[in-house]
Structure formats: structure tokens, C-alpha cells
């Protein structure tokens, strides 16, 4: 196995094993369920209470330009929207030929189902891309981009990103199917 086999097989691995199927069954009420009062989350154009919101279509994502304090607890949805977005869209049209994507412009998901799909698509491109580098290409900074530390710091840090964020989706998940039982006590 290859450097970058073995660094798309990390996150591969969790993505087959944990995340991805913690998130089969995602409902829109799940998707945009919040918690506590004042969450961030995706939002139709113009009913955000944020400070800004970032997003092209229909759909936007809350945000702020600095994070306040406390920050804001999120969605699924803004969770999910992260990784599309941030973590994976980003590094996939900047590294691997994909298209550019950018928050402002980006359309953002208004169903879970439709939010699935974006991720699912988002994560193939990545996981194609990062098998295909070379042990070279893994050494040397990316040509395109912010990122000045090596490629393979740059994917550790992605396949970081992701482990953390899914574990935040999959607590929300927990929470959402127990949050009756929290209730009653």
C-alpha cells in the first residue's frame, strides 16, 4: 500500500465504518433540529437572526466574521454543510481539479437528503484525489491554495477535521433520538 493509499484508507476507513452509516436515515427534522436556543444552522435566505450568512441559493449558512462568545452551537445541517464546504470542497477543487467552491457561492443543502448526496460526492472526489498523489506530491507544499505545510499534513489535518465533525453529527444524532428521555428527568 502506497503513502497516500494508506492516508485515504485512514479516513476511508472511518468514513465506511462509523460515519457514513450514522447518517443513513438522516430526516429533515433531525437535519435542522437545535437543541438550545440561538444555534447556527442553514436557513432560508432571510430568516437568519446571525450576524451574517454566506450561501447562493435558497438556503444559507449562519456565521459570523468573528466567532462570538460563546460560539454558537450548530445543526447537523451547519455541521454538515462544514465538511462539504470547508473541510472537503474547498481542497477538492483546489488540489484535485474539482470545481471551485466557495461559501459565499456555494448552494446549500434545504433537505437532508439532498445534504447527503452533496457530502457523499464531495468525499469521493477527496478520497479519489488523495489515492491518487504521489510520494513526491505528498512531500512538497500544494501549488494551489492557503496551505503552506506539506500535502500529507494538509490530509491529516482533513481526515482529522472529519473524524471530529462526524463524532458532533453522530452526538447530535444521539441526543435527537433521546432528547424525550432528557426531558423527563
Known sequence: MTRSERLAE???WYWRTNLRPRLEGLTDEEYFWEPVPGCWSIRPRGTSAAPMTEG??????DLASTAPEPTPVTTIAWRLAHIIV??????????????DVESETFAYAGTADEALKQLDEMYESWNAGVRGLSDADLDNPPAVGPERRP????ILHVNRELIHHGAEISLLRDLYLRQDDVVQR
Open 86 to 99: 470547508s473541510c472537503l470542497g474547498y481542497r477538492v477543487g483546489w488540489h484535485f481539479g474539482g470545481q
Open 151 to 154: 500535502m500529507e499534513g494538509m
Open 10 to 12: 485512514q479516513l476511508d
Open 56 to 61: 447562493s441559493g435558497e438556503w444559507r449558512m
